[in-house]
């Protein structure tokens, strides 16, 4: 048994990073072969993509996925901890599958990724969850096919969580979500440290892909046909500070859009490192999407140095709007949190006076969730829950509004259309993603799925966009 320890996940080291490809372990072929599993995935992207890592690693295994988890053999939660909200939904469904347990003894119960990281969270597994028959953390996915065989050999509960990042794992398989879209790692970790978040303990320390690796993942989706990939990080900006070469975010996206992957997004950007060249290159390839997520988190000076965002709410504004006058067309959104400790209405005042200015395409605002051993953690807090909401209220309202203006715009407007499939409209109803990065429901053949058309924009809503085809 291997258990968290936050001392040594906050630790940071100069030492290179060690490249490691994945071996199938031939002995566990039929592991799981006549039984299904169910993965339940909370979180963001970088999650997601351990997702399709994991099922392709339990697919090995001769597992088969189950749709709905009351049927499956195995269930393995995928948990996040940004914030308690995160925490308490995946609890709650840790409740339910205790209950399903007492139905179908055989059931096997993992818990993955962020969650299994956090000393507090395994305290609670080890003590009052003895159900859960194994667990693992985000630094030894690939660890997966030996935990579970150990469980099943001795059927003692196997913990199996690394503090600190090791190795980088290269070429583990995977089972994308579609044939048209595609995650793809570029770097690992956080070494930010922005105080109230816990990615920088839960995901180690950064560590970027080798150029060569993610070009070979890249080139390979363009020869499958994807038409788009997003380059995932915590940081995406940091990608090749800790490489010997000098080689960073800017000459990886040129690479990358070389390939001629018609689409090319990624996320998340810290406003930190976006580095001049970084918006000229965006701005010169045609394939690099115009939207770029910035999140901002507060509009105060003050909170953001509380924070240790290491930028001003000046130094916010001038990045957005170089980014704005450079790159035609761009979309922004960003990430907003309100009721950090000690936040006042003069500070909340200040965000939303950025809002004013920046007028965002899309926003995804948050209340201050307090994270276990984080130095926010430590600050007094005097504002209520009752005025964070209604900040957040407040907030939520000023953004919607702009997110319908900007909308409003494009009516009108041909735009190219990523579709993504049926809506949930109607029988003719598809829906896809705009270069921008925006919602549109249309009217169309299912089988333009994966296909990038012009679609003209007919109406706007807060959330989405409607439109038709257009033919000309
Ligand atoms: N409380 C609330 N929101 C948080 N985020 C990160 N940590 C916290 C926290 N402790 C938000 C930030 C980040 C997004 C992914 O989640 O806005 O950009
Ligand atoms: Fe968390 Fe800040 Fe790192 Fe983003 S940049 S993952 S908010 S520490």
């Not at 988190?297 to 957005?320: A, V």
């Amino acid at each position: 048994m291997q258990l968290p320890n936050y001392q040594k996940a906050k630790s940071r080291n100069k030492d290179q990073v060690i490249r490691e490809e994945y071996q199938k372990n031939k002995q566990y072929q039929n592991l799981g072969r006549g039984k299904t599993y169910h993965v339940k995935t909370y979180g963001c992207q970088m999650n997601e993509h351990d997702t399709e890592n994991i099922k392709a690693l339990l697919e090995e295994l001769g597992f088969q996925e189950e749709e709905d988890y009351e049927k499956a053999d195995l269930v393995l939660l995928n948990t996040c901890s940004i914030r308690e909200n995160a925490h308490n939904k995946a609890f709650g469904m840790l409740g339910r599958l205790k209950h399903l347990k007492e139905k179908k003894k055989d059931l096997i119960i993992g818990l993955c990724g962020c969650m299994a990281q956090e000393e507090g969270v395994m305290d609670e597994i080890l003590h009052q969850y003895r159900f859960v028959n194994f667990v693992f953390g985000t630094h030894n996915l690939h660890h997966l096919p030996d935990l579970l065989y150990e469980n099943l050999k001795s059927k003692k509960q196997e913990i199996e969580v690394y503090s600190k990042e090791g190795n980088l794992i290269e070429g583990l398989p995977v089972k994308r979500a579609t044939s048209y879209k595609a995650y793809v790692n570029i770097i690992y970790g956080c070494d930010k440290f922005c105080t109230y978040c816990i990615v920088p303990f839960t995901r180690g320390k950064q560590r970027s892909r080798r150029k060569e690796d993610i070009l070979k993942e890249v080139e390979e989706l363009v020869k499958e046909g994807y038409q788009e990939v997003t380059l995932l990080g915590q940081n995406v900006n940091a990608y090749g500070k800790d490489l010997e070469e000098h080689y960073r975010m800017e000459d990886l996206l040129e690479d990358v859009a070389k390939t001629k992957i018609p689409r090319i997004r990624f996320m998340t950007s810290h406003p930190w490192d976006f580095t001049d060249r970084m918006i000229e290159v965006i701005a010169k390839y045609d394939n690099i999407m115009p939207s770029v997520h910035l999140p901002v988190q507060s509009g105060s000076s003050r909170i953001l140095k509380l924070m240790g965002r290491r930028y001003t709410k000046e130094d916010y504004l001038k990045l957005f709007h170089k980014i704005k006058d450079t790159v035609p067309n761009v979309s922004m959104s960003t990430d907003i949190i309100v009721g950090f400790p000690g936040e006042t209405e003069e500070d909340f005042q200040e965000t939303m006076s950025l809002v004013e200015e920046c007028q965002f395409d899309n926003a995804f605002t948050f209340i201050y969730s307090q994270r276990e051993n984080t130095p926010a953690s430590k600050l007094e807090d005097g504002v209520s829950l009752k005025e964070k909401e209604e900040r957040l209220y407040r907030l939520n309202e000023k953004v919607n509004a702009y997110f319908l203006k900007n909308n409003q715009k494009l009516i009108g407007k041909v735009v190219p259309v990523l579709v993504e499939g049926k809506n949930t409209n109607g029988k003719d109803g598809l829906y896809g993603y705009t270069d921008t990065n925006k919602l549109i429901n249309f009217a169309g053949d299912i089988s333009l799925t994966g296909k990038i058309i012009p679609v003209k924009v007919t109406d706007a809503k807060t959330w989405s966009l409607d439109g038709e085809i257009d033919e000309s």
